[in-house]
């Protein structure tokens, strides 16, 4: 039997702020986002490149563009 329109979740593009921001603040602006996530109602997409990003933004490594300038 195939899959009808209300039983495919939906997929959705992240951006890594969004992600970041949705993991790590509980009680965040992007909270549900979190828990929409968590118990399945959509499918997330990361692109190779967000997926870097989120890596190195998780290990405390800024690229010299996101570091302030020094004075």
Do not use: Y
């Amino acid at each position: 039997m195939g899959k009808t329109a209300l039983s495919v979740r939906p997929r959705v593009v992240l951006d890594t702020n969004c992600i970041v921001s949705a993991l790590l603040f509980s009680r965040g602006r992007l909270a549900w986002l979190r828990h929409a996530w968590q118990s399945g109602q959509f499918c997330p997409l990361v692109s190779r490149a967000t997926a870097e990003e989120l890596i190195r933004a998780m290990r405390g490594q800024v690229s010299p563009c996101d570091t302030p300038p020094r004075t």
